[in-house]
């Protein structure tokens, strides 16, 4: 009995099929030899070299979903791709096999030209493609043939030039189909659970949280201000934003991670995460912003992070503090940001941060250790997962986001929000609470004004004062009218300067202007 010739959707499926196995056993040799996996090496890629214009457009529209759209995308182009090759196997087995290795090599082009190149980043792309190749051919291009238009019919398929047709009939599909995609589920999650420190997430589970000597005691109370539905002061760290380059977090390996002071010291140091726990430690409230924080966004966050003093590990590695004008800082991932030296020794607490809200680090926060420096925003000083810190120059040496287009230096701004008008914002006739919260990190808050309509400017009732370093909260009794209205506000620092009304977008150096929310009574 003749088998049919393949069908297109079979020959889409099979090549989707095809295209899974390969990444999978990319994912395998990848966590094997210690290498980065095709997709997250092409995503760092796709991140490093996207346009501003459309970075802003993800982190404002997405927020801290980014990431997850960005891969969820590049797998759908992928999938799209895989169903076109199977289609283009089942006529032309020979170009199929060129089309996977065209974008196999603009893997491995990606793979070389990212924030961390690693010849051994080639290996998994070319496994991948390799397997792909051949799955292809096991799945739909030994039925390529058969589909040729010389091919005749008869007991067994024939080319005109005598040589057999090798088929796959629908059952035998079917098999190699299911052993295929069993392939692929079974490379790829052993892959990922051999890439990194398999020991890593076990490390952290065993760990206590660490103790500072210089406490802070309890959070009082009275920083948060007496509104239904207020965003708390301190924020819990599940809710606490997450921004960065990273496509994956990196689960990093406490007991092995080390990182080091270098460049212009005349004591270099290295530093591992024990070494850190048994230094003095600190607690330090600080709210840290993104300067993708569009005005009213929610790319803010305020925490109790425990760490040590950088100024006194800079002092001990004797830093050149005349002639290097920079802390040039790297991740583990690659990221790179620099700030200015002296905001390290100005008396500040900044902090090598090895706790947040009284636990470990999570690993999405930067575990086993990050920077939290306040007043200046996270893209130029915030390094999660820190490796190193190199005492250099601005001149010498730009973070990652520099020559992308943004300032160099990156003070916070003084700015405001509302978070709540009304009970569940939902204002009515008569009595109104409205509340948000201001800042000015490393300066403070003295002042927050309200404005409703054309009617003058309204000083709004302060919470306590949490610190220099946090966001403040503030609150205005609000008698409102029907219909509708505009409400703004404005804050005025404790060096009695006045957020601006100017709007300006977040690029080169952060937003400004008054947050306006339009409401109806």
């Known amino acids: 009995m003749t088998s049919a ?28 030899i210690g290498a980065g996996a095709p997709v997250r090496r092409v995503g760092d890629r796709v991140i490093d070299g996207a346009p501003q214009w459309l970075k802003t457009f993800a ?7 980014d990431k997850a759209v960005l891969l969820g995308t590049i797998v759908v182009i992928l999938a799209i791709g895989a169903l076109l090759v199977g289609q283009l196997a089942a006529r032309r087995f020979v170009a199929a096999a060129v089309a996977v290795g065209v974008v196999s090599a603009i893997g491995i082009a990606f793979a070389l030209s990212g924030r961390l190149p690693e010849n051994l980043d080639i290996w998994p792309i070319v496994t991948a493609g390799a397997t792909t190749i051949g799955a292809l051919w096991l799945l739909v291009g030994r039925n390529a043939e058969h589909n040729h238009p010389a091919a005749t019919q008869g007991p067994i398929d024939t080319l005109p030039t005598g040589r057999a047709v090798s088929m796959v009939d629908r059952r035998q599909f079917a098999t190699m189909g299911a052993a295929t995609a069993g392939v692929a589920v079974l490379a790829t999650t052993i892959g990922r659970r051999l890439q990194g420190d398999p020991e890593a997430v076990a490390v952290r589970a065993t760990l206590t ?18 509104v239904v539905g207020m965003t708390p002061w301190q924020t819990p760290t599940s809710n606490f934003y997450r921004i960065d380059t ?67 590990v800079l002092r001990e590695a004797e830093i050149d503090t005349i002639a290097a004008d920079q802390l040039f800082v790297t991740s583990t991932d690659g990221f790179t940001a620099g700030f200015p030296t002296k905001i390290a020794m100005d008396g500040r607490e900044a902090l090598i941060a090895v706790a947040m809200n009284g636990e470990p680090l999570p690993f999405k926060h930067g575990f086993p250790a990050r920077l939290v420096i306040p007043g200046i925003y996270g893209y130029v000083s915030a390094v999660k997962w820190l490796s190193s810190i190199e005492v250099t120059t601005f001149e010498e040496k730009q973070g ?24 569940n914002n939902q204002p009515v006739e008569g009595k ?26 309204r000083e709004a009732t302060l919470a306590v004062d ?37 709007r300006a977008d977040v690029a080169p150096d952060g937003a400004t202007g008054w947050h306006t929310v339009n409401v109806n009574v």
């Not at 990652?400 to 009970?423: E, F, H, M, N, Q």
Request: net charge positive.
């Open 5 to 32: 010739p393949i069908s297109a959707r079979r020959a889409a499926l099979g090549g989707l099929l095809a295209s899974a196995c390969g990444l999978g056993v990319g994912e395998f040799v990848a966590g094997m």
């Open 59 to 65: 982190i404002d529209r997405f927020g801290t979903n």
């Open 432 to 457: 109104n609470a409205i509340a948000g919260v201001a800042w000015d990190q490393h300066t403070g808050i003295a002042k927050v004004e309200v404005q409703i309509d054309d009617a003058p400017w």
């Open 466 to 502: 949490g610190g220099i370093d946090t966001w403040r909260q503030w609150k205005l009794e609000w008698n409102a009218e029907r219909g509708s209205h505009i409400i703004r506000v404005r804050a005025t620092n404790a060096k009695g300067q006045t957020q601006t009304e100017e």
């Open 246 to 312: 990273a496509l994956v977090v990196p689960r990093i390996n406490a007991e092995k991670w080390k990182m080091t002071i270098k460049g212009r010291v005349k004591n270099p140091l290295t530093l591992t995460y024990n070494d850190l726990l048994n230094r003095p430690l600190v607690e330090h409230d600080c709210t840290l912003m993104c300067v993708s924080n569009e005005i009213g966004g929610e790319l803010i966050g305020n925490a109790r992070w425990t760490g040590v003093r950088l100024a006194d």
């Open 209 to 226: 949280t660490p103790k500072a000597t210089e406490t802070l005691g309890a959070v009082n109370p009275k920083t948060t201000v007496d």
């Open 400 to 423: 990652y986001w520099v020559p992308r287009g943004w300032s160099a230096l990156g003070p916070i701004k003084t700015g405001s929000r509302i978070d709540v008008i009304g009970l």
